[in-house]
């Protein structure tokens, strides 16, 4: 069966004097969904969004046509749960958290789900993949970070690719419909190694908002995994 692959541009690189605008123009470029990245310079050393951020972009989060597009929170913060239930409070449609920022991980995803989103654990590059031995049959979606969090503009770390491959045999055995999102270093030139390891989601930030034409990157990924 063909894989069906998704885009996520990264708002971090956006210009956050016109994000409304930005969020529009990179949704009409070809996004498949919003990357969204909440940084709280204590879990990560860069201090970036919140909720009231999210609220004010949801309206934005539509195509042309009116078809909604899903935001796709990263939470980069410690601790986790009450920051997770004002993103879904504040229209998030999916929500990852780092295992190593919640003192209940099982907790943490049941309190995302109960809200009505679709909850994800996300990885750094150094961190081990054990916990998914517990509660894969729970999450929607498994985020392997490529570059240290924290920073847009980082250089892909090759290791990804082998814990990549890891989760996409994980994910297989478990049987059931979970996303591999990669988050950190894609560009033209690297997404077809990362599809080929596994990954079905990319993220990328200054590879789209760091050129002047959106769409030209965001069909060049396409080719890329076509
Ligand atoms: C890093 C963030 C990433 C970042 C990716 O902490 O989670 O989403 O924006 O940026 P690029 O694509 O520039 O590596
Ligand atoms: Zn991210």
Redesign the pocket.
Known sequence: MAMTYRIAP?I??ADFARLGEEVKNVIAAGSDWI?F?V?DNHY?PNLTFGPMICSALKPHAKTAAGVAVPIDV?L?VQPVDALAAAFADAGADLISFHPDASGHVHRSIQAIKAKGCKAGLVFNPAEPLDVLDWVIEDIDLVLI?S?N??????SFIDSALRKIEDVRRRITASGKDIRLEV????KVDNIRRVADAGADTF?????IFGKPDYKAVVDAMRVALS
């Open positions: 990264s971090l690189s990357h990245d940084m990560v990263h980069m970070m570059v969090p924290g920073f847009g503009g980082q988050d950190g270093g894609i993220v990328a930030g200054s590879a």
